[in-house]
């Protein structure tokens, strides 16, 4: 039987500067794909799994973030974490960790973009159905390097059999990160108070045993320069 998450946070707080000059104004989730802003996408798509609530961290711009959701109805109760001080990916987590009522939980960067083949096997499904607490930390969902081509991708990780997962220091494995993910919230235990990097909970996961994957069956853009955004809404109004 799947595990069906009932909390999700979105990693919403960086500056977004390779992105410029599309975030001189506005942080990185709040630019538009496809006449969207990313974070109402990955708001939409939780919401389609029946996701009620979901923390967003923000620091730069934040609050443009937040006036948006004043005037735009999402079907989710928004909580948001504001940081004055980057906390970076794994502090900013552990700020607002009791918002995820001590379950494992969807943790999603603010700037995913991904494309499900149908709604009946999502990624977020996909995911679901792979979860096993008894064995798992942290579950990452992966996107093959050769099915990448309107985007450019970096070969982060190496999948076993079984699925466990190997970084790849030289970026040489034949998988990258989506940045969407199941984690449980014991990966915060004995972690620094203050800024640190989510990925230093992977490698300890990994460490352990405990690191997981699972390739997406789907397509998912990795945005980080603005030739990436315009060949992502090329692709997005060719299809409509």
């Known amino acids: 039987m799947s595990y069906q998450p009932e909390n999700a946070f979105i990693l919403a707080a960086g500056k977004g500067t390779r992105l410029r000059p599309h975030t001189n104004d ?7 794909v496809h006449d969207k802003p990313l974070i109402e996408h990955i708001i939409d798509k939780l919401t389609d799994e029946a996701v009620r609530n979901v923390t967003i961290n923000t620091s730069y711009l934040g609050h443009v973030i937040e006036n948006y959701f004043e005037t735009t ?20 987590v552990k700020k607002a960790l009791d918002t ?3 379950k494992p939980f969807y943790l999603i960067n603010g700037d995913a973009y991904w494309i499900d083949e149908t709604p009946h096997n999502t990624a977020l499904q996909q995911l679901n159905n792979i979860w096993d607490a008894d064995k798992m930390d942290i579950l990452l969902l992966l996107q ?32 990258m990160f989506t940045g969407i993910r199941i984690t449980s ?32 069956q789907g397509m998912w853009h990795h945005i980080s320069t603005p030739d990436d955004l315009d060949s992502v809404n090329k692709l997005q109004r060719a299809a409509a």
């Open 26 to 32: 506005k942080p990185k989730p709040m630019v538009a």
């Open 73 to 92: 109805q999402p079907k989710a109760t928004l909580k948001f974490s504001h940081e004055n001080e980057l906390l970076e990916t794994g502090g900013g």
């Open 100 to 102: 995820m009522q001590s």
């Open 144 to 175: 093959p390097i050769h099915k990448m081509s309107a985007t450019m991708g970096v070969g982060d990780y190496s999948i076993s059999d079984t699925g466990r997962l190997t970084r790849s220091p030289n970026s040489e494995g034949d998988y």
């Open 185 to 216: 919230p014991c990966v915060f235990n004995n972690t620094p108070d203050g800024a640190f990097s989510f990925l230093e909970c992977m490698d300890a996961a990994q460490e352990k045993g405990r690191l997981y994957g699972i390739e997406y």
